[in-house]
């Protein structure tokens, strides 16, 4: 198991009430496994994490990231919703 930190940021952080949540997960995992674990949580976090990863933004350590990144003991990741305009 690795532990690793989680961030949210604008409309996630105000609908799951979080800016932030410590995780373990097992080793090798991907973003695609940390959505996976968070989806688990609740309804608005299936809500949010079973959306097309396409559309969510991911840093990991503050380096833009995909789906299919891998995360390591200690990273940080974020995640930042669809930007939409108007």
């Not at 496994?33 to 949010?48: F, N, S």
């Not at 559309?55 to 789906?67: D, F, M, P, R």
């Amino acid at each position: 198991m690795i532990s690793i930190t989680v961030l949210f940021f604008a409309s996630f952080k105000q609908r799951l009430n979080t800016s932030k949540l410590e995780l373990e997960i097992a080793d090798r995992s991907s973003i695609n496994d940390v959505c996976k674990q968070l989806a688990v949580k609740g309804e608005i976090w299936q809500q949010l994490f079973d959306q097309p990863k396409e559309q969510v933004k991911i840093a990991i350590n503050q380096q833009l990231g995909s789906s299919e990144s891998l995360v390591a003991n200690g990273d940080e990741i974020a995640f930042f919703p669809p930007v939409t305009g108007g």
